[in-house]
């Protein structure tokens, strides 16, 4: 069995879930068996359920090395853990191996790091170096995208429709501040939230106004690579969506809800296919700008990226356990 072990909730993001499905879905697609384990959080719970997928409720609170053992007696053939929840302290780490499964982490500094089998690092892009691990794995190559955008990808050419999609939680409300900074501007826009968006009100009040027409507003969408499809700017977080929008031929303007998402949105710029606008805190609605060279931006996105992390990754997991 693969364990996939989880934080996701209004105040951490859902971003760990959805890349940790995209990953879950190949390997069951091989034949291994699946089950995650996951903090209380009503909206995870029910996309896991959604997706077919078997879950435990765990608390992420308790001491690490106080619960894993508890978890894995109830577990037959436990072959490969995999933390997708950042920082993995060391008596964590230890308590995982010491059952005898391998131990994969992503995007991982935490003490912990060291023992895993491999510690898979696309997100990370400042300090490589110092990454810990039996096997370290970085590069954009390594990331993890849904394989459907595959259908939909293409070169735009000029700007006509913006996305704003700013994660499942949206934890700091930024898309309000978009929203508001945008709705007075003559463009096409829709702005996607999801399952564990809770700004709902201030959002409403903005969209609102008679003279914004214009803009959508979706709540949720069944499929996130077609919705990218209908555009040619995406106003994104700096997790994996900005990735994905530039998989699909969608240049952005990236804006870091958190700290950490500050080396990723920079080093998105250098890459050629995104525009970074700071960190939330301290945006510069300037970068907003919606000057761009399109053509060029999206061209950039089609040739720098692919969709092979995923089974990349599927393939490491398998061979630790062949």
Same mark, same amino acid.
């Given at each position: 069995m693969f364990?996939?072990?989880?934080? /996701?909730s209004h105040s951490r993001g859902m971003g760990h879930l959805y890349r940790s499905l995209t990953l879950a879905e190949e390997l069951r697609r091989r034949g291994r068996d699946i089950h995650f384990l996951v903090n209380d959080h009503a909206s995870t719970l029910n996309v896991l359920q959604s997706r077919g997928f078997e879950s435990t409720i765990y608390d992420? /609170?308790?001491?690490? +090395?106080?619960?894993?053992?508890?978890?894995?007696? =109830?577990?037959?053939? #436990?072959e490969v853990w995999i933390n997708d929840r950042l920082d993995t302290a060391?008596?964590?780490?230890?308590a995982v191996m010491s059952t005898g499964a391998r131990l994969v982490t992503f995007d991982d500094r935490g003490d912990g790091a060291e023992l895993a089998d491999i510690n898979i690092g696309a997100l990370v892009f400042?300090? @490589?170096a110092q990454l810990k691990g039996r096997e370290v794995r970085t590069g954009i190559e390594y990331m993890i995208l849904n394989p459907e955008i595959e259908r939909y990808r293409r070169a735009r050419t000029r700007l006509g429709s913006i996305l704003v999609t700013l994660g499942g939680a949206d934890t700091h409300g930024v898309t309000v501040r978009v929203a508001r900074w945008l709705r007075n501007k003559p463009l096409k826009l829709t702005i996607v939230t999801g399952p564990a968006f809770q700004h709902r009100e201030e959002l409403d009040a903005i969209l609102s106004e008679p003279s914004l027409a214009h803009i959508e507003h979706l709540d949720g969408v069944p499929s996130m690579a077609w919705e990218m499809s209908r555009h040619e700017l995406a106003i994104t977080g700096g997790g994996l969506t900005p990735f994905e929008a530039a998989a699909s031929g969608l240049p952005s303007i990236v804006i870091a809800n958190e700290l950490f998402e500050i080396p990723v949105g920079r080093a998105l710029e250098e890459l050629g296919f995104s525009r970074f606008a700071g960190h939330h805190r301290s945006l510069d609605? +300037? =970068? #907003?700008?919606v000057d761009l060279p399109i053509d060029v931006m999206?061209? @950039?996105? #089609? /040739?720098? @990226?692919? #969709?092979?992390?995923?089974s990349r990754i599927a393939n490491l997991l398998e061979s630790l356990v062949q």
């Open positions: 364990v996939f072990c989880i934080e /996701s992420p /609170s308790a001491p690490d +090395g106080s619960w894993e053992a508890a978890f894995t007696e =109830k577990v037959q053939q #436990l060391f008596a964590h780490a230890e400042d300090n @490589t609605l +300037g =970068k #907003l700008s999206s061209r @950039t996105a #089609l /040739s720098r @990226t692919n #969709l092979d992390g995923y």
